[in-house]
């Protein structure tokens, strides 16, 4: 006899996945102010200054980098709600592995913004110690792990934390993230796998902003969505509004949930534009059209959240322009000090290479040292 | 002192360790109930159950991948990848990630995962059976690698692997798993990372070797020292990082040296060995530095013994370096 209920729970989760219009979204395109959130007035307003703290600092970085004074830069403009909706589902104890436009979350979860600058320096109080390009930093404090460049790999890092805490026994529930663009990388699917065999409890947070430098998402996959592919690894596909800041959290929480009932993984598809270029190294009217952006504009995550406080009556003009101008002085005057701070010592550059240097690291760090400060180039 | 091989050598050191520090796992294809291919993790499972011994899907980057991730957490992960020809899909995880994470995180994440794999060839396991990678992560800055070729020191630098703070490649040479025997002190025991072994000491050649080689190279000492010549033979034990004393100590003594390596010349360990020695026994040596390697080829199936170095091979080496007259 077939077994006709098994049958059909595969048949409703079939009917799920081919709606791929279904967008989960909770202020509506209205923005409304009786949008539902268990997030109280105090949590709303503090996360929309977060918001707009990362939007700031973001805007400001990259004019620094026009002016030459930081090397590169690598933003969230547009993607806040995506962001810092999911890492707000969070707990202290739980662990973050960041793709590299999530440095807002390192800030949110107590990285102080003058130790987020001393990064994009390069100077020698930098948390990572000038060791990498900006936007890759890494927060033990937080359990905020290490950025790098190539694709996927935190995701496969955060299943093997989950999977440790799982394993220890502790309360604790690992998120991360990733692009459209990485969920085509083989440690995407091996992340994947593995979590549902294994049950981790983790959170696969994807932002598909759409682009992956100059590639469309149509050439990442022919899959009717990015959630669907969820299915297929044995675990829950969320799509998202990724704009809209309520409809973020309360998914992520939602799996935060299930993963810490020992339900296991949840992947979640926030959908959300990439309005500017990947990062400050390229230029995105050489490969899309000005047209596409412009809507996504008008769905700005910043912007709608403002409305909905708005019209609830907890946030107006005169909070908005303190915040702005409070926030303008204080990145100033928190970069100004940064930027005078004085770099990494050549020795700094031997060290923590491994646990204690070895005979050829203490070699080599005596002739550089010779040499002392190279000249600019 | 029991008698071992170096399959049970490792097995005992791992039990050791298991039963000492419950943070240790280990994690890889068919380790489980299966007790691995070599059987190398046999009866751990039952020891210490499904939490701590764990079979995994068939992925090498998502093995060691999950590894950085527990490290990060607090355990001490020991995966095994099945044979090192099988590393390469967790290229990007070792050489990029786990090799990495201390440094790029200013210190803040160390990640002392050790990997265990079976290397090299002699066993006609063909070219994805035999390969012998080692120099592909002596290049990579932030790992050690080890490669013991006896059972005594398989037990005592496992111990210090995963006791270490550093990612570790602890290679296993597979053709003397159960050949290379020898009297295991019972109990726990370190030997120390970064201390090569004079096997053999002799004062008119040094010969260098690791691993499965260095049984080739003791056997080429034998017939060289029947030959009336004095070689000097050292385990490396650790490759990286290589006891440079012990090289210097031994070429400054001897004037003439040969290195032996299972792996192709071309940018093999050999080739970084015999810089290290040149740049610091120049005025010391008595001829040009042997190489006697592995071919610039695939690993062969058929020829196997044609390709790797062989005793006679590294013996007509150390008589031609010997008889060298400038």
New interface residues.
Partial sequence: MPDTHAQSKAAARRQKSAEPDDLISVLGPDNRKDAPTDLSPDELTKIYAMMVENRLVDERMITLQRQGRIGFYIGSVGEEAAILGAALALRPQDWFFPCYRENGVALMRGLSLRNYFDNMVGNGEDPVKGRQMPNHIAWRPANYASVSSPIGTQYTQAMGAAWAAKLKGDDVVAMSFIGEGGTSSNEFHVAMNFAAVMKAPVVFMCRNNQWAISTPLSRQTASETFAVKAMAYGMPGIRVDGNDLLAVHRVAKEACLRARNGEGPTFIEAVTYRVLGHSTSDDPKVYRPDEEVEPWRKKDPIERMRIYLDARGLWDAKQEKKLREDLDVRIRETFAAAEAAQGPTIESMFEEVYARPFWNLDEQRAEAESFGTAPKH | MPTMNIIQAVNDALRIEMKRDPRV?ILGEDVGKFGGVFRATAGLFEEFGD??VID??L?E??II??????A????RPVPEIQFSDFIF?AF??IV??LA???????????APVVIRTPVGGGIKGGHYHSQSPESLFIHT??L?VVCPSNPIDAKGLLLSAIR???PVLFMEPKRVYRAAKGDVPEGDYTIPI?KAKIVREGDQVTVIAWGAMLHEAMEACEQAAAQGLRPELIDLRTL??VD?DALVTSVKKTGRCVIVHEAPRTCGFGGELSSLIQERCFVHLEAPIRRVTGWDTPFPYTLENEYLPRAPRILKAMQETTAYEA
Avoid at chain 2, 72 to 75: D, F, N, P, Q
């Fill in positions: 796992v939490k701590r995994t899907p992925a980057g998502g991948g999950a590894a950085i991730g527990m990060l957490y607090g355990l899909p990007d995880q990029n990630e990495k994470y201390r440094y790029r995180s200013g210190g803040q994440y160390p800055a932030g050690v270490g703070e550093d970064g990286w990082p440079i």
